[in-house]
């Protein structure tokens, strides 16, 4: 009886392994294979554990088990507060010119120059569980190893904050978080307490202009920008300071999906994002980026119209052009991701020679924070010995012992000065080479206060919504409906409101008439509103890519699909750097009309429209009907057009356009293929991501 259950228990072991009658395995165990405890000691079973008789009590002797066990109960560490999350990658950054002039920084010094980058993106309010297409704002955090120390560049994809002072940080999170009594609504910012808060935080309004905006649903890690936030210093080896905004711009081009679409893809793949980024690196597809700077001096941060210390306004690239620096390209998947992407520590305060802060007070307490939350999540000051955080440059101090010390520090030496000679001595600080604070003059009286500079929380506000397209401004609307329509209180959404009335009267409008409220007086603001120009670069549009490689392509066949229409679609692609993943309606595939069977990435259930960037129809004569039929088949193709997808038609996809209730409406948007080349044209009007001219056919 109790052979049996033992042999049960062990089903899951390789076809090599054997298990015996009391139920051990016996393996045959050569050299490193050799399992030991973590003290190395051989271990003879790791299936059963030590006991008394067949079906006795667990002694307490059994070490190897205790450890097993005892290791596992701890596995977990606290999860961010924040950015809980994320996804990491490796890659390298590459410096185009040398900037001597501009900064001392080791990353900038020689043009070819590279640099091992870590970067770790995240979504910031939900839990480590939650999903991937929640939206949100979009951590975008990077290490440099340079050769003078890790930097981190630890940004956003939006590039103003919710708050202008980190004493309200706290607030902010609790408020957008979970609510306290219920423990929902998890990554989501739509309920109450969230929109509460920023009523009550006018600073908060361009920020969530920004929010509400397709930034916070992107379509991949790899298609949207990031930004450092803060303005910080760039400083040369004369001591020659000036202040700079970090920028980064993926070379892929900015894409996002449309918020049903978000609703959709987070049911069909709630990890979304982690796997596009893991997939595309794995098929040797690196996304990169431009690294690039926002250069200016006092004399412009006095003449601004706004404070540059000021984290909620951006500078407008008309009047300060980027200045790309540099590209980085992520080439390497983790190989753990407990060990790296949940182990990085990221640190604001890690900055390198030819780098400085400002007096942004955001940015002074993060300097503050970081280093304490990497203590409580990591449990030891020597979290910089963890492989993905420690420098890939000498490191050399007297810090010593601590909880988890991983070096044997040798010799005498763990104080400074010292009269020691040679190897023995230990280093000492450089003071030529060594960082070097800017100088800079401080003065005033010591208050809690605000600076009147930081007080017009709207005009910018505004110049973000002007200058985004139609499209985009409805769907900031939309956002802004939904979000409020989640709130419970009427007087929240009376209160955001009231702030959007100094926005645009107009938005404001359509968002009360969605809402079926009736529009509250404008709020009191602190400063009155100034009218800016549009600034076309806060538009998704000015970065549209230029290809649609990269994208994916849901191709949806049935039995008996024309071969030569298929194998267009397959090469073609292939060509055009396109990924292609083939549904049908059983994960085993299709036999195409040359009798050839076609494998399926996807069944139509597992594998809906909403995970491809645009569709193509190929079902077979004898078939299409049954596709017809079939709501997961039908689901495909309407939601592909209501995302505004552009959509290649087979010859024999008609029935399939009825049963969708699409084929009345045709438009642009679809285009017939068979053909290599009609194959070829479709691919070069996908590059255009979504046929926006839909909209006004959409219900
Ligand atoms: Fe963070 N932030 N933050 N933050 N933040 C954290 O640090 C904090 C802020 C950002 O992938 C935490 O290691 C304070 C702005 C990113 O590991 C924590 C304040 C911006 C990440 C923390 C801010 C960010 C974090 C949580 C206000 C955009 C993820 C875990 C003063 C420029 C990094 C951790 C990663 C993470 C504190 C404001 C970006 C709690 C106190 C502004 C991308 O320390």
């Known amino acids: 009886m109790s052979t049996r259950k033992n042999a049960k228990t062990s089903k899951a072991a390789r076809p090599e392994d054997i298990v015996g009658n009391g139920g051990e395995l016996h393996q045959a165990v050569e050299g490193d294979a050799r399992m030991t405890t973590a003290q190395g000691i051989p271990m003879s079973d790791n299936q059963n554990s030590l006991r008394v008789g067949d079906r006795g009590p667990t002694a307490l002797e059994d070490f190897a088990m205790r450890e097993k066990i005892f290791h596992f109960d701890h596995e977990r560490i606290p999860e961010r507060v924040v950015h809980a999350r994320g996804y990491g990658a490796h890659g390298v950054f590459e410096c185009y010119e040398a900037v001597p002039e501009l900064t001392r920084a080791a990353p900038f010094q020689q043009r070819g120059k590279q640099t091992e980058v870590f970067v770790r993106f995240s979504t910031v309010a939900g839990n480590l569980g939650s999903i991937d297409l929640a939206r949100d704002v979009r951590g975008f955090a990077t290490k440099f190893y340079t050769d003078e120390g890790n930097w981190d560049l630890v940004g956003n994809n939006i590039p103003v904050f919710f708050i202008q002072d980190a004493i309200k940080f706290p607030d902010l999170v609790h408020a957008v978080k979970e609510e306290q009594d219920r423990g929902f609504p998890q990554a989501q910012s739509a309920h ?24 916070a649903i992107p379509r991949s890690f790899r298609f949207m920008q990031g930004f450092g936030v803060h303005t910080f210093r760039f400083v040369n080896a004369a001591g020659d300071a000036k202040f700079v905004k970090f920028h980064w711009t993926p070379l892929q081009g900015l894409q996002s999906v449309v918020w049903n679409e978000a609703v959709k893809i987070n049911g069909a793949d709630p990890d979304f994002h982690r796997r596009d980024l893991y ?10 980026w431009e690294l690039g700077v926002q250069i200016f001096d006092d004399t412009f941060a006095d003449e601004f119209d706004f404070d540059v210390l000021d984290p909620t306004k951006v500078i407008p690239e008309e009047l300060v052009p980027v200045t790309p620096l540099g590209k980085m390209t992520l080439n390497r998947t983790v190989d753990n991701i407990f060990d790296e992407t949940e182990q990085v520590a990221f640190c604001t305060g890690n900055i390198v020679p030819g780098i400085d802060f400002t007096n942004d007070p955001l940015l002074q307490g993060r300097n ?5 939350t990497q203590l409580k999540r990591l449990g030891s000051t020597n979290f910089t010995k963890l492989p993905v955080n420690a420098p890939k440059c000498p490191v050399m101090h007297f810090q010593r012992d601590g909880h988890m010390q991983t070096e044997v520090h ?8 010292n009269s020691l000679q040679g190897d023995e001595r230990g280093p000492r600080a450089d003071v030529e080479q060594g960082f070097q604070t800017v100088a800079r003059q401080e003065g ?9 500079s930081f007080a017009d929380h709207y005009s910018q506000a505004r110049q973000f919504y002007i200058s985004q397209s139609p499209v985009e401004q409805q769907h900031i609307i939309d956002a802004y409906t939904f979000e409020l329509g989640k709130c419970v209180r009427p007087e929240v959404r009376l209160a955001v409101l009231a702030n959007l009335r100094n926005v ?3 938005m404001a409008a359509i968002i009360a008439d969605g809402l079926a409220m009736e529009l509250p007086a404008a709020s009191e603001p602190a400063a009155a509103p100034v009218d800016l120009e549009a600034s076309p670069a806060l538009s998704m549009t000015a970065h549209a890519p230029e290809s649609f490689a ?9 039995d008996g699909a024309p071969a030569a229409a298929v194998k267009a679609v397959l090469n073609a692609a292939k060509a055009a750097g396109v990924t292609v993943k083939v549904v049908a309606p059983g994960v085993g595939g299709v036999t195409l009309s040359d009798g050839k069977k076609l494998a399926a ?8 429209s909403v995970l491809f960037d645009a569709v193509s129809l190929v079902p077979g004569a004898d078939t299409v009907a049954d596709l017809a039929a079939n709501p997961a088949a039908k689901d495909f193709v309407s939601d592909a057009f209501h995302h505004f997808k552009f959509i290649g038609v087979g010859a024999d996809a008609e029935q399939l356009l009825e049963s969708a209730g699409v084929a009345m409406k045709r438009d642009a948007g679809f285009v017939d293929i068979g053909s290599r080349a009609s194959v070829e044209a479709f691919l070069q009007t996908c590059a255009a991501l979504r046929y926006w001219e839909r909209a006004v056919f959409a219900p």
């Open 368 to 372: 503050f924070s970081y280093l304490d």
């Open 192 to 215: 109450d307490t969230f929109w509460d808060f920023v009523s009550l935080m006018p600073e908060s309004t361009h920020m969530t202009l920004w929010q509400m905006s397709d930034r």
């Open 504 to 506: 645009d009267e107009d």
């Open 444 to 452: 005033g009286q010591m208050r809690r206060i605000r600076a009147e």
């Open 601 to 608: 990435d996807e069944a139509i259930a597992g594998g809906p």
């Open 550 to 558: 990269g994208r994916k392509l849901g191709l949806l066949v049935s």
């Open 279 to 288: 997939e595309a690196i794995e098929a040797g597809d690196f996304p990169e």
């Open 410 to 417: 040798r010799g005498v030496a763990n104080y400074e000065p």
